[in-house]
């Protein structure tokens, strides 16, 4: 079965600071990649896919993952952290039979 | 373009009552999963729907829960009898397929006293 491990529970970086949110998952095939962000009482919104092509995905809000194949790993990134981008991050897996599995987050906290 | 709705968005039971969730998917979307996340952790599949026949329901505790999907548009949830542990929100989501973004609902948080 498709796994998901997310590093880190809680991350925190001062604002204008790198963002760096690790995603590794277990997979015998290349699966599709999500990163989504969960803001307080609110549902998920996408941040970000990766299905196929290019290994470096951009997604709304200045963040980006890229696809590494040999390390079976989407980290997120963002090169400057705001205020407003506090909240739980979510990495998710769906492999060829369109079954979407979780990691169990990484709450981004950023200091001013 | 409407999201998915959910209903109620929040419910507070004893333990060994039961309970229904509800959901409507976004318009044309044939694949609807449901999910817990308990506080402070990710979201938990317990089934996937396509259209109207069950893709995987391999974490869904089928001893207490059960969910249909008539006419694969809107979709219920049930719990019976609840338990403690079922404290969470169960939220929606739907799909296109295949690879396509999930949109979720804003959840339903179950309350189990």
């Known amino acids: 079965a498709q796994s998901v491990t997310q590093l880190g529970s809680h991350v925190s970086v001062s604002e204008g600071a790198l963002v760096l949110l690790r995603c590794n998952y277990s997979s015998s095939v290349p699966p599709y990649l999500f990163w989504y962000v969960q803001y307080p009482n609110q549902g998920l919104q996408l941040l970000l896919k990766?299905?196929?092509?290019?290994?470096l995905v951009k997604g709304i809000n200045g963040f980006e993952a890229e696809f590494k194949k040999s390390e079976t790993s989407f980290h997120l990134t963002k090169p400057s952290a705001h205020m407003s981008d506090a909240a739980e991050y979510f990495c998710a897996v769906s492999p060829l039979n369109n079954d979407m599995r979780f990691g169990a987050g990484t709450r981004l906290t950023v200091k001013p | 373009e409407a999201g998915v709705a959910q209903s109620p968005r929040y419910k507070i039971i004893e333990k060994r009552q039961s309970v229904a969730f509800w959901c409507n998917p976004i318009s044309g979307h044939a694949t609807l999963y449901w999910y817990q996340q308990i506080l402070g952790q990710g979201p938990k599949l317990l089934i996937q729907?396509?259209?109207?026949?069950?893709?995987?329901d391999s974490q869904l505790p089928k001893d207490r829960f059960s969910a249909e999907r008539l006419k694969g548009v809107d979709s219920t949830l049930k719990i019976q009898p609840a338990k403690l542990e079922d404290s969470a929100v169960y939220l929606c989501?739907?799909?296109?397929?295949?690879?396509?973004?999930?949109?979720f609902g804003q959840g339903t948080r179950l309350t189990v006293v």
């Open positions: 990766y299905t196929t092509g290019a290994t």
């Open positions: 729907f396509q259209n109207n026949g069950v893709v995987d």
């Open positions: 989501a739907s799909s296109y397929g295949q690879g396509a973004e999930a949109f």
